[in-house]
């Protein structure tokens, strides 16, 4: 068949500058591009743990007229691999941002997961890394 690859996630953010500063300072991304289209008066920017051509990043859409949005109750999170949960959630605290669920084990299951929210309330799941055998 055709080879696929997931590219990005495109979130609507309400301050670019905000975001990325979290994702960045905060979550340890890098800001990949940034390009404005002024004549539909939006701006986007990617960023992502390693390069758009063999990782899958984020793309962060900022409309100029537009300073918050409702985020709905279809989109439910990004999900970042991280060798200790609770340290990243710890982290996250740290530098002033929320953590909605402390690490621990699933409900139903072992895996250790947190949650935090980025500035716009979009919940970003932390699930550790599990021990190989």
């Known amino acids: 068949g055709f080879p696929m690859r997931l590219l990005h996630t495109m979130l609507r953010v309400g301050q670019l500058d905000r975001s990325i500063a979290f994702y960045t300072e905060v979550l340890g991304m890098r800001l990949l591009r940034r390009q404005d289209y002024p004549t539909g ?23 100029w007229d537009t300073a918050c949005y409702d985020l709905g109750t279809g989109f439910g999170h990004l999900a970042v691999e991280v060798p200790d949960a609770a340290a990243a959630c710890e982290a996250v605290r740290a530098k002033g941002g929320r953590v909605t669920r402390e690490a621990g084990p699933m409900k139903h299951g072992s895996t250790v997961i947190g949650f935090v929210e980025d500035p716009d309330g979009y919940k970003i799941e932390f699930i550790e890394r599990q021990p190989t055998a």
């Not at 008066?41 to 409309?63: D, Q």
Request: charged share 15%.
């Open 41 to 63: 008066r939006f701006t986007l920017a990617f960023l992502g743990y390693g390069e758009e051509a063999t990782h899958t990043v984020l793309e962060l859409t900022h409309n």
